[in-house]
């Protein structure tokens, strides 16, 4: 029977790879006006360099940017980019397609549910707060919980832990299969890949059920508890 599922956030609840996009290029363009003088590919590819190099969690990306290219931190560059790069990120942060008409059912329906990121706690709740969704779910497990990320068991078995139920009574929904869906099936859970968030061109997963669209779970948990 199942009981729970734990969501990951970016990419699966949220699209953070467009929402990064439109917020990137809005501090580009805010950064240029204020005097930045490179292109707008030129100050992409570095801030992309940047990310790759530290992650893309990397909160002084805007500081390590402009100290590379000018020496220093241009203050007004600096103070430019940020704000528009909050705005874009506000407007842009939205929820997939029937994500929450199929995390409201699933609350009517008595089903636990849970948030895993690998995020830091603090961005993983701002994104939450944005959408509205810090009210909804019964638990919320980031790196800052376990020190690691997925596929260690660690940020799982908490997760499960928290929410009391065991590994079988749960379904695990990612996008990143090498660390969702691996993590996941290691522990014992029951894993399902969210096609319809996945960034990187994924082929062949190996996961319990493919979603192409996130209301399909509402079948998949009837499935299991009707035959339970």
């Given at each position: ?12 609840l949220?699209?953070?790879v467009?929402?990064k ?15 930045m003088?490179?292109?707008h ?21 805007f ?9 220093y ?49 603090r961005?993983?709740w ?7 969704f810090?009210h909804?779910?019964?638990v919320v ?6 020190g690691?990320?997925?596929p ?6 908490l997760?499960l832990?928290k ?20 993590g ?9 890949f969210a ?8 082929g ?9 669209d996130?209301?399909q ?12």
């Amino acid at each position: 029977m199942i009981k729970a599922i734990i969501f990951d956030l970016d990419n699966t609840l949220v699209d953070f790879v467009a929402m990064k996009r439109h917020a990137i290029d809005a501090a580009i363009g805010a950064m240029m006006d204020a005097g930045m003088n490179l292109t707008h590919e030129q100050i992409k590819s570095r801030i992309d360099k940047i990310y790759e190099e530290l992650g893309w969690e990397y909160q002084q990306v805007f500081d390590k940017l402009l100290h590379d290219t000018l020496g220093y931190v241009d203050h007004r560059m600096l103070s430019a980019g940020i704000i528009a790069y909050r705005r874009a990120r506000e407007a842009a942060l939205k929820p997939f397609p029937h994500v929450t008409a199929t995390i409201m059912h699933l609350v009517k329906m008595g089903i636990k549910l849970a948030v895993l990121s690998d995020a830091p706690a603090r961005e993983a709740w701002l994104r939450l707060c944005y959408i509205n969704f810090h009210h909804i779910f019964d638990v919320v497990v980031t790196f800052d919980d376990t020190g690691e990320r997925k596929p260690s068991p660690k940020p799982f078995l908490l997760a499960l832990e928290k929410l009391q139920v065991q590994p079988h009574e749960a379904i695990m929904i990612g996008d990143w299969a090498e660390r969702d869906m691996v993590g996941a099936k290691n522990v014992g859970m029951i894993t399902g890949f969210a096609r319809y968030g996945e960034a990187f061109g994924t082929g062949e997963v190996n996961a319990d059920y493919d979603i192409t669209d996130i209301k399909q779970l509402i079948a998949i948990v009837n499935q299991h508890n009707t035959q339970s």
